[in-house]
């Protein structure tokens, strides 16, 4: 059986769509608290394009913070399932499904994603994502579907 800490180490010759996927593959890992060994797969001047009210955040401890978060961020039995992917030189694109649930609603939601990263010495220094809040929102309250 594979350990954990193995599943996000990579080869040096990796290139972008398998360090990718070796993040995404990660999640359940940094959800469970487990952060070091995804965030072996993240350059430390890496800038996450967050887009909206937040901005773009810099850096390791950045990205760090943002890993923190989404794992109080109050739900549990979350994956995250890579249904297409395009590689373009240093960078990679993933259409994925992400699903989970509300801890304390108990309600489930699966909604689609698209996840982008450039890829430099086997290190992700760029990273832009899309979720389809919406229907995220309108699966875990009902009531705002009106």
Known sequence: MQEPADRARRPAT?????????????????????????????????????????????????WRQKWERARRGGFHDVSATIEHNVQAGDTSVNRYTLAGTHTASGRRYEVLGLDMVRVRNGKVVEHWALLDSDAMRVQLDPDTSA
């Open 14 to 62: 990796a290139g972008p769509a398998e360090i990718h996927r070796h993040l995404v593959e990660a999640y359940d890992q940094v959800l469970a608290g487990r952060l070091d060994a995804a965030l072996a797969l993240i350059d430390p001047d890496v800038i996450d394009h967050r887009g909206g009210l937040e901005g773009d955040h810099h850096g390791l401890d950045a």
